[in-house]
């Protein structure tokens, strides 16, 4: 799988680079990347020239922890649409939701969950295509990006109850706690920044509904374009769109398209794949989104996927997880 992302986020590590009295201009042209696609609306890099970029700043500055530095080098301007969209959000959680939403936006390599349970509110990537060089620094930087966010959205005093990282314990360890003002667990099972659930449904005062949603439309219409090649993950981020709104049917989706069910069948069958298919993959990943946010209750989030009873959606919840519903709540939660 070929993995992109937004060529603007790269002025993170250029800004780095240049605090650390690095020469960021031949840095990036070692590894391929042009700055010029900064102008560009919907300039992308490849994650294997970002990568032997970072790696490259790695080995230069002779600093493992040079990600974490990506928490003083980030605008929200550099993340298109989403920047504002952010800024714009009700809550903290809202902001959350609209990252997990939006991460194709930034990297197609990265698939984030989100969860609630007592008192906590969990953000984890659960999953992430990228070159194996810098992964480390990389993950730090997004990290670190990510709490300079919310910081930035919410106050400068926040911290979150916890951060996990999958990585092993630097030697610089001690800068992540000074970062994070929060217990860091290294080689952990899986990558989580978790906050309290409280401060995270707070109402902000920036918060503007109608600016939001018209980044998020601007957002859309950027993935839209992205996609245009790729008919089926068309069809299954309308299906994601329009499945908790009820009545999702083919023709809905075609005409969500612009092209008529036959011709959307014919699409999808060139492309190895079928309506039904894709639909099993839509439910699967709101499937998880309801149960791991645990907003909804199992029947409620049954009937908002279409299914007529909740013993089908649990038997499919099953096979897509390996695990009921109620388990796999249980253990997002812990």
Avoid at 37 to 61: S, Y
Avoid at 122 to 140: F, K, Y
Avoid at 175 to 200: C, G, I, K
Avoid at 207 to 228: C, G
């Amino acid at each position: 799988m070929a993995v992109s992302l937004l060529a603007s986020t790269s002025q993170v590590l250029w800004r780095i680079l240049a605090s650390e009295g690095k020469d960021p201009r031949e840095v990036f042209e070692m590894a391929g990347l042009d700055k010029r696609r900064w102008q560009e609306p919907d300039g992308r890099f490849a994650d294997r020239d970002l990568d032997r970029a970072w790696a490259t700043a790695v080995q230069r500055t002779g600093n493992p922890c040079l990600g974490l530095k990506a928490a003083g080098h980030l605008n929200p301007a550099s993340l298109h649409a989403f920047g504002f969209a952010w800024l714009a959000s009700e809550t903290l959680h809202d902001g959350l939701s609209r990252l997990v939403r939006y991460a194709e936006l930034i990297s197609d390599g990265l698939s984030l969950e989100l969860s609630v349970a007592g008192n906590e509110c969990r953000l984890s990537i659960d999953r992430v295509i990228l070159e194996p060089t810098a992964m480390g620094p990389r993950l730090d930087a997004f990290w670190a990006a990510l709490i300079s966010l919310c910081r930035t959205l919410v106050t400068p005093d926040l911290s979150p109850l916890s951060v996990t990282l999958r990585r092993p314990e630097p030697s610089c360890a001690a800068e992540y706690f000074s970062l994070f003002r929060s217990p860091v667990e290294f080689s952990a099972l899986n990558d989580s920044m978790t906050f309290d659930r409280e401060a995270a449904e707070q109402r902000l005062p920036t918060a503007n509904r109608a600016l939001a949603r018209a980044n998020d439309q601007v957002i859309a219409d950027y993935l839209a374009r992205y996609k245009a090649t790729d008919l089926p993950g068309q069809v299954r981020a309308r299906m994601i769109e329009l499945l908790p709104a009820g009545g999702l049917n083919e023709a809905q989706v075609a005409n969500a398209l612009n092209v008529s069910s036959r011709t959307l069948q014919r699409k999808l069958a060139d492309a190895g794949t079928s309506y039904s298919v894709l639909l099993d993959e839509a439910r699967q990943e709101l499937a998880r989104r309801f149960i791991g946010e645990q907003r909804l209750t199992i029947k409620e989030a049954s009937y908002l996927l279409g299914f007529s009873e909740p013993g089908n959606f649990s038997r499919a919840f099953r096979r897509w997880t390996g695990q009921a519903p109620s388990r796999y709540r249980e253990r997002v939660s812990r």
